[in-house]
């Protein structure tokens, strides 16, 4: 695996969980099964087939099986890594006040990036990466190919670049690690407790009072995007309005202990 130089191990992070969070999204989502032949009427003496636990492609391939915790680390790690390598090395250290000064940079790399502009940031990925999602059923030609799998991930990891530092009041209270899952060596976010597109709503129907409004929670990326798809704004301004609420869900809890586990290896 490829080696990270310490001025930009930060950034590396930052992409590591970037990726990560969308490996997880992905493979936590129900795949269609492909149709089953069906049965020949004639019968066979011969014993039947072992029962495989990968899934079959469209194309007859055998996809791997990423279900494993430690397995899905390894994975991630290997691709955050080959792929951070490729990316130019401007944005390898970049960070949020030399993007604001830079009115260039900022658009060459204007966000939102779509697949059409992937080849020309990482002409130099290594074939093997495309290979391997492929193989794990990750992309798949011609619904998404490598290039629309990596542009949100290279969205997500240029918008926390070039986003400013979160007010003196979201970081008043120091967080030991991840609120939900528990990680403490991974890149934290703050999540509003209140979703912000209800502030207003929120305060004039009495759910909330205004000096509540800013309550945060600190999140990793992964257990940040699964709030969002757990529940919409309004249901988290009125169900969800803390971390205690949350976890109270079964649901949440299982979310939190799975992703919990995922460890990356030292280097």
């Not at 992937?118 to 074939?127: G, M, Y």
């Not at 798949?140 to 969205?155: H, K, M, N, S």
């Not at 403490?184 to 703050?190: A, C, F, R």
Request: contains cysteine; charged residues 25%.
């Amino acid at each position: 695996m490829s080696t990270i130089p310490d001025d930009q191990e930060k950034n590396y992070e930052i992409f590591r969980d970037c990726l990560s969070t969308a490996l997880i999204e992905k493979i936590s989502q129900p795949q269609s099964k492909p149709k089953r032949k069906p049965r020949s009427k004639k019968s066979s003496s011969a014993s039947p087939a072992p029962v495989s636990t990968s899934t079959l492609t469209e194309n007859g391939d055998t996809e791997g099986d990423l279900s494993n915790a430690d397995d899905l680390a390894d994975f991630a790690d290997y691709i955050a890594a080959e792929t951070f390598q490729a990316l130019p090395d401007e944005l390898k250290s970049l960070d949020y006040y030399a993007y604001t000064k830079d009115t260039d940079l900022q658009s060459r790399y204007a966000l939102p990036l779509t697949g059409a502009d992937i080849p020309s940031l990482l002409p130099a990925l290594d074939p093997a990466i495309a290979d391997s999602l492929r193989a794990y059923g990750v992309t798949r030609e011609p619904t998404q190919g490598i290039d629309e799998f990596l542009a949100p991930i290279l969205t997500s990891f240029l918008s926390v670049l070039s986003t400013a530092p979160p007010p003196p009041r979201s970081t008043i209270r120091e967080a030991d690690g991840c609120e939900m899952c528990g990680r403490d060596w991974i890149p934290l976010s703050y999540h509003h407790l209140i979703p912000r597109f209800v502030h207003a709503k929120a305060v004039k129907r009495g759910w909330h009072r205004e000096e509540d409004l800013q309550n945060v929670a600190w999140l990793c990326g992964a257990c940040h995007r699964f709030v969002h798809r757990f529940a919409g704004h309004e249901e988290l301004a009125r169900r969800y309005y803390t971390v205690e609420l949350l976890m109270a869900e079964e649901q949440v809890r299982r979310w939190a202990d799975w992703v919990g586990r995922l460890r990356w290896k030292g280097r």
